[in-house]
């Protein structure tokens, strides 16, 4: 396996894979890989001959009050694993190569982007579509996977590459979870053994929606006072929305009847923030 800090080196690797009649996989992510990353490599390399893992950690879609500085970076940790996982290659530039000098082109993916996460995080979905956008251009790869876990981002990016006629695949892949059933998240670091615990909450939130729903309930208001219920039960959570989606337009539905939706959760959790999303 590889590692190469610039798109010219990128490049190149990218056509040497090609020349040998290969085809590309790609994996973005900001590193502190977990096992949830390291699925998304797997499924990556089920799909392509050979896969490039992106570690870049992206200053434009962090808020000023947010943890940009204090975020995670593990590259040593994140080499072995993206080397097991089967990675070919990872690419690891730094902001200063990958963002030109006085940088003043964004990417916008409007109204998708303004719910849910965009609506407590002005600015974030900018600068994941605005990067990605540049990964896609940098990586020039057939197939890129993202976890579902991050609903409307990965809504965010097939809306991109749908509008912008990037010639990738994109491929959600299932969230995977803690033995406790809490989401996988580089976040979880910031989190006590007690937290950990009160976490659970949110996944039981959505398994109470869910159940609901099997029994026929299409109601939204039902669906999210199920999921409220479990979420008030454990008062350490501090709920940031609570919402049924329909899955392609991230909008809010009254009724889940006749379309594809799911729930989806923000929760602070002491300073840390959480999200969790389950079909309906
Ligand atoms: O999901 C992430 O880790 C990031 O938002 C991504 C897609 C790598 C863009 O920085």
């Known amino acids: 396996m590889e590692v190469v800090h610039t798109i010219p080196e990128l490049r190149a690797a990218v056509a040497r894979a090609r020349q040998a009649g290969k085809s590309v996989g ?37 808020g000023p009050n947010e943890d940009f500085a204090k975020y995670p970076r593990t590259f040593e940790d994140d080499r072995q694993g993206c080397e097991v996982a089967g990675a070919s290659l990872i690419f690891a530039p730094s902001a200063a190569d ?33 990067v990605v956008a540049m990964l896609f251009n940098a990586a020039q790869a057939d197939v890129a996977v993202f976890g ?24 959600g892949h299932e969230t995977v979870r803690e033995p406790n059933g809490v989401a996988m998240s580089s976040r979880n670091r910031y989190l006590s053994a007690e937290q950990l615990t009160q976490a659970t909450a949110i996944p039981s939130a959505l398994s109470a929606a869910q159940a609901l729903a099997k029994t026929g309930v299409t109601d939204a208001v039902k669906l999210r006072t199920a999921a409220n219920d479990v979420l008030a039960a454990q008062p350490a959570l501090k709920p940031q929305y609570c919402e049924i ?12 009847a ?4 799911a729930i989806a959760v923000a929760c602070h959790l002491g300073a840390t923030r959480l999200i969790d999303n389950a079909d309906l």
């Open 245 to 256: 989606v329909d899955l392609e337009t991230m909008a809010p539905v009254a009724s889940t």
């Open 98 to 130: 990958f963002y030109p000098a006085g940088a003043s082109t964004w990417v916008d993916v409007e109204g998708i982007s303004a719910g849910l996460c965009g609506e407590f995080r002005p600015g974030h979905f900018r600068g994941v579509a605005t």
């Open 148 to 171: 579902r876990k991050d609903l409307q981002q990965l809504a965010v990016i097939r809306r991109m590459v749908r509008d912008l006629h990037f010639p990738v695949r994109i491929i």
């Open 258 to 261: 006749g379309k594809r939706c």
């Open 26 to 62: 790609f994996v973005p992510t900001m590193g502190c890989l977990h096992e949830g990353h390291l699925s998304l490599i797997r499924r990556a390399k089920q799909e392509s001959g050979y896969v490039v893992v992106s570690i870049f950690v992206n200053p434009t879609q962090f």
